[in-house]
């Protein structure tokens, strides 16, 4: 008897330590889990917009729309007036930027 209920203690306490550590898992970030570029050293200082937001600002005309995808997926679809710098070719063609100019980037 004694053999049983130390088996269905044993076996309670992994599945309460299985399900704290899925718990667990669940309340990280959803930034862990998503992809990055390697070596993503975005600056604090740039905002990532929701589609809500970026369409307001294209439709105001307010945005300078970059595509940073590859010239061939430009070629294929983009975005009506946006710039085709793909990210490779970005650090060297920001000098050829308006610094005042709000610039929103978009991939893939």
Not at 24 to 52: F, H, K, N, W, Y
């Amino acid at each position: 008897m004694f053999d049983q209920i130390l088996k269905r203690t044993t076996l309670f306490s992994l599945f309460c330590l299985g399900l704290a550590l899925v718990l667990a898992a669940c309340a990280l970030p959803q930034t862990l889990g998503a992809p990055q570029a390697q070596g993503d050293d975005t600056p604090e200082e740039v905002i990532r917009l929701s589609l809500e937001e970026a369409r307001a600002a294209y439709n105001d005309g307010e945005a300078l729309f970059i595509d940073v995808r590859s010239a061939s997926s430009y070629a294929s679809s983009h975005i009506p007036g946006a710039l085709s710098i793909p990210l490779a070719e970005l650090d060297k063609r920001m000098g050829d930027l308006d610094p005042e100019q709000w610039i929103i980037t978009y991939c893939t």
